[in-house]
């Protein structure tokens, strides 16, 4: 009786250690990625696919440029992986949480260290000097175009291959097809825009800058890079007065609502309102109707189409 006891707590013994060992061998195989922003959240997943777990730090809705983790949420990217975000001024909490994670087994990975991501014919930040709206040395919001995304996801994937070499050949498969889309998608916009008569759009929130280089328009911004960057008395008055000699029918709202001053603006040249993605984040509605970047920039463009008419 007592050997059979013994037996039994002995295959019970190995039951447990192999199911530990078979668990520590299965959370190892798979890296957990932590991005920012919702475009390197998409770049990461369309490359790493099932490899790789990917979780955003915003929760949905939230403003990207002023939202700060909580300490919860530090202790989970301090846990993963890698942590990838823009930096170049786009997140309030960027700075501050690469100096916490520096010291954790957290690869950080800053897309906005990379100059040649910004690089324009004009500067963005030369071309509207004198509009009061300057914010940092870059304006951050490359990925609303295409291409310029596509140069974020090749950086995207050559860190993956480095944490995950065994994978490098599934990586660049992904990236192969998701350079095509996006090449689409560049072709789409390049075909709606060009040779517009009207190429002047309203918008509430100046993150439209590559648009203008890439595919022609011009954005009369009425907040700075940033929401919270509002003009002065003086400079709302010129926004108006440019509006009405344009006869622009339109302001252009972003996706979390309408903005006090932009409000204003619209009920002074009695225009209408559309409602513009910057895709910085998803809200509750993007994720519950499965929309992801490709679904929001095809909805940008129809917005775009119908203002510069």
Not at 273 to 287: E, M
Request: with cysteine.
């Amino acid at each position: 009786m007592k050997k059979a006891a013994l037996l039994f707590l002995s295959v019970l013994l190995t039951i447990i250690i192999t199911g530990c060992s078979s668990s520590t061998e299965e959370d190892k195989a798979g890296l957990t990625v932590y991005t920012s922003i919702y475009p390197i959240q998409y770049i990461t997943e369309q490359i790493g696919g099932d490899t790789l777990t990917v979780k955003s730090v915003y929760p949905p809705g939230v403003d990207a440029h002023t939202y700060e983790p909580t300490t919860k949420e530090m202790t989970s990217i301090a846990s993963g992986d890698a942590f990838i975000y823009m930096g170049a001024g786009m997140e309030g909490f960027a700075e501050s949480a690469a100096d916490a994670l520096s010291s954790e087994n957290v690869e950080l990975v800053e897309l906005g260290k990379n100059e040649e991501l910004f690089h324009t014919e004009n500067d963005h930040s030369e071309e509207h000097a004198d509009d009061g709206h300057h914010h940092g040395d870059h304006d951050p919001h490359i990925w609303l175009d295409p291409l310029r995304m596509i140069d974020m996801a090749e950086m995207i994937n050559s860190k993956l291959i480095e944490l995950n070499p065994d994978k490098s050949e599934q990586y660049t498969n992904n990236l192969a097809t998701l350079k095509e889309s996006l090449l689409a998608l560049d072709k789409q916009y390049q075909e709606t825009l060009q040779n517009k008569d009207n190429n002047e759009i309203l918008v509430s929130h100046a993150a439209y800058g590559y648009w203008e280089e890439r595919y022609g328009l011009e954005q009369i911004a009425i907040s700075g890079l940033t929401s919270s960057d509002e003009p002065s008395q003086k400079e709302l008055t010129q926004i108006i007065d440019k509006a009405k000699d344009l006869n622009l029918d339109y302001v252009i709202f972003e996706q979390n609502g309408t903005d006090r001053v932009s409000k204003i603006i619209q009920e002074q040249i009695n225009a209408k309102a559309l409602y513009i993605h910057n895709l910085s984040v998803l809200t509750d509605n993007d994720i519950k109707n499965e929309e992801d970047y490709m679904s929001l920039m095809e909805h940008n463009l129809k917005v775009l189409d119908k203002a510069t008419k």
